[in-house]
Nanobody, 119 residues
Framework: QVQLVESGGGLVQAGGSLRLSCAAS????????MGWYRQSPGKQRELVAA???????NYAASVKGRFGISRDNAKNTVDLQMNGLKPEDTGVYFC?????????????WGQGTQVTVSS
């Protein structure tokens, strides 16, 4: 039970960088996992990067070494720094918050922000 708003998407040349930000409506400290997913035409939504409340990170193999996820519990934000962008990175990027602990587990999604990488 948290509202998420993504920002920072846009059009960028191949090799360029973008920084996406996800703002949560309340504290993200109790949230087990914050993550970024993306969906491209003709493809299912896939995990790009995730970070646990303990600071452990996971990345899709295709973005490892290029993308970095971070969370700021004081500001209730989760950012995705994207460097060395490729055309195949194009898609709608969604912020996700998942809490599995009881009480009050939830799985929330933002509306998404478009990222387009030109070749």
């Amino acid at each position: 039970q948290v509202q998420l708003v993504e920002s920072g998407g846009g059009l960028v040349q191949a090799g360029g960088s973008l920084r996406l930000s996800c703002a949560a409506s309340r504290s993200i400290f109790p949230i087990n996992v914050m993550g970024w997913y993306r969906q491209s035409p003709g493809k299912q939504r896939e995990l790009v990067a995730a970070i646990t409340n303990g600071g452990t990170t996971n990345y899709a193999a295709s973005v490892k070494g290029r993308f970095g996820i971070s969370r700021d519990n004081a500001k209730n934000t989760v950012d995705l720094q994207m460097n060395g962008l490729k055309p195949e990175d194009t898609g709608v990027y969604f912020c996700n918050a998942r809490r599995t602990s009881t009480p009050s587990p939830f799985d929330s999604w933002g509306q998404g922000t478009q990222v387009t990488v030109s070749s």
